[in-house]
């Protein structure tokens, strides 16, 4: 059973800098291979769950969310792992932040940015 993991969330300033992480496993694919895709959404009370970042084994990044040139997605494919580099932070960056790898969830990790 493929289990995902989000850490890293937390309360943080106006204009700075959090990186999240996520770890999957479980994976059906053996040691060898690591994910297909992993990705990033976030959910901020009262509205739907948005798309801000993924990334495949190979390399390919899609980081075409709200968030595009502020966050930035990286994988370590060793250890099944992806990461969320969020730069800039403003209160609407303000949810929670869920990790999806090959379409299975993560319970979620909370960003608060606040004075």
């Known amino acids: 059973q493929v289990q995902v993991v989000e850490s890293g969330g937390g309360l943080v300033q106006p204009g700075g800098s959090l990186t999240l992480s996520c770890v999957a496993s479980?994976?059906?694919?053996?040691?060898?291979?690591?994910?297909?895709?992993m990705g990033w959404y976030r959910q901020a009370p009262g509205q739907p769950r948005e798309f801000l970042a993924a990334?495949?084994?190979?390399?390919?990044?899609n980081e075409d969310g709200p968030a595009k040139g502020r966050f930035t997605i990286s994988r370590d494919n060793a250890k099944n792992a992806a990461f969320l580099q969020m730069n800039n932070l403003i209160p609407e960056d303000t949810a929670v932040y869920y990790c999806?790898?090959?379409?299975?969830w993560g319970q979620g990790t909370q960003v608060t940015v606040s004075s």
């Open positions: 479980g994976l059906p694919y053996g040691a060898a291979v690591s994910a297909a895709v």
């Open positions: 999806n790898v090959d379409s299975t």
């Open positions: 990334m495949s084994r190979d390399g390919d990044r």
